[in-house]
């Protein structure tokens, strides 16, 4: 039995965005999950078909092109689908010292994080209002209250999105839409390996950071800071001068950058 609630749920093939979709799913909405790895996402769906009896749509996307996130509302809309909640959780970083980073994966970075999730956000809202409410989840990080040296160009996009969707929760509310920002601190998922980076060792489960920020969805939460070491961070970032703050992230960050390296370099001399 599907419930007739609907959610979109971007970056749905691993991490948080898996967990967070399997909540969903348990709960009996109708989803859409989108991602490029059309076969991961594929086998999602499998998964949550037989467990939980829901509907599950597969959407093919590299989301780091923003024509795609238009694309995409036009595809979803047009199959006559209610975006009852949209979940932007799909993300990437990249660490490294700026002026070495890839250039075209910055860029990468700025459309995935900040351009198709103001899009996504803004048409999607837009339908929300003119059916009268409507919630979105956007996934920030609690990199977005701080500079971050070696992840600079990561930081200061979930700066954005942490800025734009209060922004925005405080103007659509009036209109029934709720909006609210996920801020997690380091979660065991996919994102490090990609991001060029070591885990860092106490890092929370994606499953425990989904179960956080589901609750608070449901909860109209402006603002979801999974675990008390993370709203503590948070709260020094806030107290501290923002050039401390940055000295301690970007020790942090360096370290992490150069223990990848190492890694590499040994497991390359292993083989
Ligand atoms: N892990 C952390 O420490 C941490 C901390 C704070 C915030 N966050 C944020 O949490 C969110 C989820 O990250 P995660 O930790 O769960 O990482 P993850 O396991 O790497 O998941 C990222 C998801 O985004 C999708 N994705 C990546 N690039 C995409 C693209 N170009 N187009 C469409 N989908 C794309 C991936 O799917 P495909 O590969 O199939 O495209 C995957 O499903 C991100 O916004 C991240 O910035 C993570």
Not at 205 to 212: D, R
Not at 215 to 238: Q, S, T, W, Y
Request: hydrophobic residues 40%; charged residues 20%; aromatic residues 8%.
């Amino acid at each position: 039995m599907s419930s007739n609630k609907s959610v979109m749920i971007t970056g749905a093939s691993t991490g948080i965005g898996y967990e967070l979709a399997k909540l969903f799913a348990q709960d009996k909405y109708n989803l859409v999950i989108v991602g490029r790895n059309k076969q991961r996402l594929t086998e999602v769906a499998e998964e949550f078909t037989v467990k939980y009896s829901c509907s599950v749509t597969v959407i093919q996307k590299d989301l780091s092109n923003q024509n795609a996130a238009i694309d995409l509302f036009h595809e979803v809309s047009a199959s006559g689908f209610e975006f009852d909640i949209l979940v932007n959780n799909a993300g990437i970083g990249s660490c490294g010292q700026f002026h070495e980073t890839d250039l075209c994966k910055n860029i990468e970075m700025i459309e995935l994080n900040i351009t198709s999730l103001t899009i996504l956000t803004k048409l999607v809202s837009a339908k929300m209002v003119t059916k009268g409410g409507g919630k979105i989840l956007n996934v920030a990080s609690t990199g977005a209250y701080m500079p971050g040296p070696y992840f600079a160009v990561y930081y200061a996009s979930k700066a954005y999105v942490l800025s734009f969707s209060e922004a925005i929760a405080n103007e659509l509310r009036d209109f029934g839409v709720v909006i609210s920002v996920l801020c997690p601190g380091a979660t065991i998922s996919e994102f490090a390996n990609r991001a060029g980076k070591t885990e860092v060792k106490n890092a929370m489960s994606a499953k425990t950071v989904a179960n956080v920020a589901y609750k608070g969805l449901m909860n109209n939460e402006r603002i979801i800071i999974p675990g008390l070491a993370n709203k503590c961070g948070v709260l020094l970032a806030k107290l501290m001068p923002r050039q401390v703050t940055a000295n301690i992230i970007g020790k942090v960050q360096k370290k992490l950058f150069e223990d990848f390296r190492k890694d590499i370099k040994n497991n390359r001399n292993m083989s």
